[in-house]
């Protein structure tokens, strides 16, 4: 079946600019993560969604970071005025509530010039 | 609050070796699982091996298996007959197991160079 799927692959957008990045989870998994890794580093865990539950917003970095999920399904991470300390790659992963393991996207890699 | 810490930010090991990689935890919890991911350069993140902390015989996948020390708090990655498409990040993980609402908690990595 088909896996978690992001998109866009890349973006490049110019500081001060509002972003949109998109996440498909895998189908029937009610929990999805997003997570933020800058270059050569870890994952930083941003937001975490699980079934109709209010979200886990613990680590959004600021209040320009939101995401919504809707329907249980697709989720959009919404970066507002992008700083350039927002580059990083963006990751999605969703997981099922009989197999805990977190299966993750491609990613999106964001550069704000 | 739980942590992951990977000791070993870089290592180097001549194909066809064996390497081990560390990883060690802290939890005041007693149901939980463990993960070890590998974030080749292609940047995806693919999960190599889950183990659950209450089954005590260790979890392996082909030439991966672990070292899963409870008490320990340890949670090590042994790759046998290691190949060039082993290069990667390796990350272990960490997830309380009894609140469905708790999320995973990733080490800071470690990078693996297999040689040629």
């Known amino acids: 079946g088909a896996g978690v799927s992001q998109s866009p692959s890349n973006k490049v957008t110019e500081k001060g600019k509002d972003v949109e990045l998109r996440c498909d989870p895998i189908?029937?998994?009610?929990?999805l993560y997003w997570y933020r890794q800058s270059l050569g580093q870890g994952l930083e865990f941003l937001i975490y969604?699980?079934?109709?539950?209010?979200?886990?917003k613990s680590g959004l970095p600021s209040d320009r970071f939101s995401a919504e999920r809707t329907g249980g399904s697709v989720s959009t991470l919404t970066i507002q005025r992008t700083q350039q300390e927002d580059s990083a790659v963006y990751l999605c992963a969703s997981s099922s509530d009989r197999d805990k393991s977190q299966h993750f996207g491609d990613g999106t890699r964001l550069s704000i010039l | 609050a739980q942590t992951v810490t990977q000791s070993q930010p870089e290592m180097s090991v001549q194909e066809a070796e064996t390497v081990t990689l560390s990883c060690t935890y802290d939890?005041?919890?007693?149901?939980?699982?463990l993960f070890w991911y590998k974030q080749p350069p292609s940047r995806q993140m693919i999960l190599v091996i889950r183990?659950?902390?209450?089954?005590?015989q260790n979890a392996t996948e082909n030439r991966f298996s672990v070292n899963f020390q409870k008490a320990a708090k340890s949670f090590s990655l042994k790759i046998s007959d290691s190949q060039l498409g082993d290069t990667a990040m390796y990350f272990c993980a960490f997830m309380n197991g009894m609140n469905r609402d708790d999320k995973i908690i990733f080490g800071k990595g470690t990078r693996l160079h297999i040689l040629p």
């Open positions: 183990q659950e902390a209450y089954k005590q």
């Open positions: 969604f699980q079934g109709n539950s209010a979200p886990d």
């Open positions: 939890t005041s919890e007693n149901n939980y699982y």
């Open positions: 189908s029937g998994h009610t929990a």
